[in-house]
């Protein structure tokens, strides 16, 4: 008999045990994700030469990740986010060779206020205006960049030693702010960041703007600052952008209008992924500036069938020059699944105005043009889980 209580004993208390971790786990989750995408990128002229290649990441960069939340109650909870980077053509980790170089971060959440983050992290560009460009939604990405992604839409600065605050949201308004710290004793603004975003939804309607401030991004004096050597667009002692822009949603279609400026100071040269090229490019003028209008659209005539385009004029300021830069950027994509889809691009830019400058076009993603002019189309396969 005791023998049989001591049986029912331990099992009640087996399990309660199991009870309460299956209670500690429902409080808690981990999820993994991540996109796939790869095919096939015609470029009319990549250095000098047309091309042909098998490649991956075009419309959209290949990562995988794990989500976590944890419950902790009173509508708080713990959140975190690790991300990763890689080539599928290759297995090459990106962002220079990153565990984790896309995001990296842990943080508070509080359904009431906001959410609070600290870690490696994208601007708040990125969040709020850039899903209002095509580049930054599924139905453009690289091809429909603005030049150099001078703006940062297409998510090309990733931020290090970063605290992220994004609200809760009132009533379909949002806003956030960011703070990259240098890290630099006794330089503080050696290589930091700050950003501020404002998002506003009600019906159809999406508008957003935001201002971002870089100091020496890149710099070669504090490489591990909030911007490091390869996340840096342009190396310039000061960055300065800013931007606004709306959507508007009838039915199956939705037309976009977008507006941004991005003003250098003492720049000395562009990014050699924002350039194309193997290598840094050199500014022999410090002053530069990029003004960008947009307008998008997207149309999804089927369930399964998404259409979009963008045309881009850019009013540059560059090594002295005055160019003009024109870009057309069409895409289809059609699910097989909810999440596999095939997927067709194609984007042309024509650079105006260069002068004896020598800046030619570059379509973001691609090798740049040895010309003015730059075709690049591309088919492939994208799934996400």
């Not at 099992?11 to 309660?16: C, I, R, Y």
């Not at 030469?49 to 109650?73: K, Y």
């Not at 939705?254 to 003003?263: E, N």
């Not at 002295?320 to 691009?345: C, I, M, N, W």
């Amino acid at each position: 008999m005791k023998e049989i209580k001591k049986i029912l004993h331990y099992g009640g208390l087996s399990l309660g045990l199991i009870a309460c971790s299956s209670v500690s786990h429902a409080q808690s989750s981990v999820t993994l994700y991540g996109i796939l995408a790869s095919g096939f990128v015609y470029t009319n002229n990549a250095g000098g030469h047309s091309n042909i290649q098998q490649a991956s990441g075009l419309p959209t960069s290949n990562r995988w990740g794990l989500r976590g939340t944890e419950d902790l109650g009173n509508g708080l909870s713990t959140v975190f986010v690790l991300e990763s980077g890689f080539d599928l053509s290759t297995g090459k980790l990106g962002q220079n060779g990153r565990l984790f170089g896309r995001k990296a971060y842990v943080g508070l959440s509080d359904a009431r206020l906001g959410t609070l983050t600290l870690g490696r992290q994208y601007q708040t560009t990125n969040d709020y205006l850039a899903p209002l460009a095509l580049t930054g939604t599924f139905a453009g990405g690289s091809l429909a960049a603005h030049p150099y992604d001078n703006d940062d839409l297409n998510g090309s600065i990733k931020s290090n030693n970063a605290v992220k605050f994004q609200s809760a949201n009132y009533g379909g308004f949002q806003y956030g702010g960011m703070y990259g710290f240098s890290n630099a004793a006794g330089s503080f603004a050696d290589s930091r960041v700050y950003s501020f975003s404002a998002s506003y939804v009600t019906g159809g309607l999406t508008v957003a703007s935001t201002y971002m401030h870089l100091n020496n991004g890149g710099s070669a004096t504090n490489p591990n600052g909030a911007v490091a050597t390869g996340d840096s667009t342009f190396y310039a002692s000061r960055q300065d952008t800013w931007g606004a822009g709306a959507n508007y949603t009838f039915g199956a279609a939705t037309v976009g209008l977008l507006f941004s400026q991005t003003q250098l100071g003492n720049a000395t040269a562009i990014g050699s992924y924002a350039a194309g090229t193997s290598s840094n490019v050199k500014l022999t003028n410090p002053s530069a500036r990029f003004t960008n209008y947009e307008f998008n659209g997207r149309y999804q005539p089927a369930a399964n069938w998404t259409l979009s385009a963008a045309y881009t004029f850019t009013d540059a300021r560059l090594d002295g020059e005055h160019p003009k830069y024109q870009q057309l950027t069409v895409q289809t994509a059609y699910l097989l699944s909810k999440r596999t889809d095939l997927f067709a691009a194609a984007a042309y830019q024509h650079v105006g105005s260069t002068g004896k400058s020598g800046i030619t076009a570059h379509l973001v993603g691609l090798s740049s043009s040895s010309t003015n002019s730059q075709v690049g189309v591309e088919i492939g396969i994208r799934h996400r889980f």
